[in-house]
């Protein structure tokens, strides 16, 4: 049996067959290159996360960590005690003020203790006109804020009209002009 392979080869169905074999070899060996190559970037990846220090070991790396953690930690409760101090400060400032008026409360106790009935109504009287006055001159302030509020926008509205007249006349004039 002669097996002619210049025959064989020149077939179309085999050229086809080879051409395809050849293809997925070629194929498979540039995929075994890209993965090697992705694998590759992907192990660069996690050695740049865990970090390429040769002569440390991982048990010195978190020893670190640990003094890094401490300091901070040290530096937070430095801000916290500092915030504290001034707290505290504030605090006892508070206090005393509340203090203060709790012994001005206690005079004014004493003091209108000893007064009449008229006395009294004279003190309460002039109270509620100090209330009412301190209202008053409230309520005048947000009617002035408001006032000037109104006078701008009638400032803006005055001109927007003067505009529209103005525009109004010189369009009447052109057609005045296109009339003659």
Do not use: C
């Not at 509340?98 to 004279?122: F, G, H, P």
């Not at 509020?149 to 005045?176: G, H, P, V």
Request: no cysteine.
């Amino acid at each position: 049996m002669n097996v002619n392979w210049e025959e064989i080869l020149m077939d179309p169905v085999v050229q086809g067959a080879i051409i395809t074999a050849a293809g997925g070899i070629i194929l498979a060996v540039i995929k075994i290159f890209l993965d090697s190559a992705k694998h590759k970037k992907l192990f660069d990846e996690i050695k740049d996360k865990i970090g390429n220090l040769k002569s440390d070991t991982l048990e010195g790396q978190h020893e670190r960590i640990k003094e890094i953690m401490i300091e901070k930690t040290n530096g937070v409760e430095k801000i916290i005690a500092a915030g504290a101090n001034g707290i505290a400060e504030r605090q006892r400032s508070i206090f005393s003020k509340v203090d203060s008026i709790d012994k001005e409360m206690s005079a004014n106790k004493e003091r209108t203790a000893s007064l009449t009935l008229d006395q009294k109504d004279i003190r309460d009287n002039v109270t509620k006109l100090v209330n009412d006055w301190e209202h008053t001159i409230a309520e005048n302030k947000e009617l002035k804020a408001r006032n000037t509020e109104l006078e701008k926008k009638y400032m803006e509205l005055d001109k927007q009209y003067k505009e529209l007249l103005s525009k109004n006349r010189k369009a009447r004039d052109m057609d005045m002009e296109i009339d003659r």
